[in-house]
């Protein structure tokens, strides 16, 4: 264990100790107003082997019969026996700026008692908007890259039978209307809002205009207004400003797990002085069960005894002293040096948290 935390520890230094080097700015910040939107829709499955809804999903039946009363034939939704039949919800994402006659993956998912929707086709299916609009339309058969097989008693399953997608499976009829640039400017917002990153984005966007034109209004926004001559090329100017590179401010943060040993040291983290000392206290009981035996010639009879044996041993507490300002590598070398498995070290930091030597945020997950 001592070797796997040597080796744990290392391999976060020597990851530090690269100088750290700065991200686009496409991938710690979003252009407001670009983004999907989510689409939902309520559709059929068919050509399942006997593995569909049964009579517990009454919307099923009800479901076949409307669909079936459109093309023009009528049929009681009691008189329906669909084992071949599943009731499904299907999910889609309308990407950003995506036109008409584009086709998006679609996810179907089974909402009734179906056991697999393996070898089954999706019927037509409209996806509609938060606004209740249609947005495009499903049909395919679905892939589950998965099975699910039952004979003799026995079963046989890999991953999830119930839940399946259709590449490429829905047609968009209608494209959501946005201009981006109706409001005459551009938006930049930071997925993890920070001062110093936010002040950082507004400097070299700056730095490529020439001028100091974008304004910094919160710590996730820069703002930059569109003059007549920035929105003569505005899309080429969002792609410059996608490429520029940022160096992102991060705070000093700890996160552990219990539940796993894991354990994340960010590299602001220090700490003020302190001392640490850390022990271990092993605990062993051990019961075994004896027959006692009285002698022939003696009275008495014969009796089961519990005999238990406890035994204690701690080991040996070394004290170390951190002293003030220490960097994260100092800190590492440290709780090393007193011999700390994973889950002692988060024992540890919990109690320099509560102490106020750790000047940093701990985040238990």
């Known amino acids: 264990m001592k070797h796997k935390l040597l080796f744990f520890l290392m391999s976060v230094l020597l990851l530090l100790a690269e100088p750290v080097s700065a991200a686009r700015l496409k991938d710690i910040a979003?252009?407001?107003?670009v983004r999907g939107n989510e689409l939902i829709g309520y559709g059929l499955v068919v050509g399942l082997e006997g593995t569909g809804d049964k009579r517990g999903a009454a919307f099923t039946p009800q479901a076949m019969s409307n669909?079936?009363?459109?093309l023009g034939i009528r049929v009681n939704s009691e008189d329906l026996k669909l084992s071949n039949v599943a009731a499904v919800i299907v999910t889609a994402t309308l990407p950003p700026f995506s036109r008409p006659g584009s086709k998006i993956d679609v996810t179907i998912s089974s909402i009734g008692d179906a056991?697999?929707?393996?070898?089954?086709?999706?019927?037509?299916?409209?996806?509609?908007?938060?606004?209740?609009?249609?947005?495009?339309?499903?049909q395919g058969p679905v892939s589950l890259g998965g099975f699910i097989v039952e004979g003799g008693g026995d079963t046989?399953?890999?991953?999830h039978a119930t839940v399946g997608t259709i590449p490429r499976g829905a047609s968009i009829e209608r494209a959501i209307p946005f201009d981006l640039f109706a409001q005459g400017q551009i938006r930049v917002v930071l997925r993890k809002p920070d001062f110093t990153t936010v002040t950082r984005v507004q400097a070299a966007i700056n730095s490529i205009i020439g001028a100091p034109r974008a304004q910094a209004i919160d710590s996730a926004s820069v703002v930059l207004p569109l003059d007549p001559e920035l929105a003569r090329q505005p899309i080429h100017l969002l792609a410059k400003i996608e490429e520029l590179?940022?160096?992102p401010d991060t705070g000093a943060k700890v996160v552990v797990n219990e539940r796993t040993g894991t354990i994340i040291i960010g590299e602001n983290v220090r700490v003020s002085?302190?001392?640490?000392a850390h022990g271990n206290l092993n605990i062993s009981i051990r019961n075994e069960t004896q027959v006692a035996q009285p002698n022939a010639l003696a009275g008495g009879e014969t009796?089961?005894?519990d005999n238990g044996d406890v035994e204690v041993t701690e080991g040996e507490a070394k004290l170390a002293i951190v002293e003030k300002s220490v960097s994260l590598g100092e800190v590492v070398n440290a709780l090393n040096g007193l011999g700390a498995t994973p889950r002692d070290l988060i024992s540890i930091f919990q109690a320099?948290?509560?102490?106020?030597?750790?000047?940093?945020?701990?985040?238990?997950?």
């Open 156 to 159: 046989a399953q890999k991953n």
């Open 115 to 138: 056991k697999t929707l393996q070898g089954g086709v999706l019927l037509m299916t409209p996806l509609k908007g938060a606004d209740g609009q249609v947005y495009a339309v499903a």
């Open 273 to 276: 002085t302190v001392a640490l």
């Open 303 to 305: 009796a089961v005894v």
């Open 67 to 70: 669909f079936l009363e459109r």
């Open 30 to 33: 979003d252009i407001e107003g």
């Open 245 to 247: 590179e940022v160096e």
């Open 352 to 365: 320099m948290k509560k102490a106020g030597a750790l000047q940093a945020e701990l985040e238990v997950m």
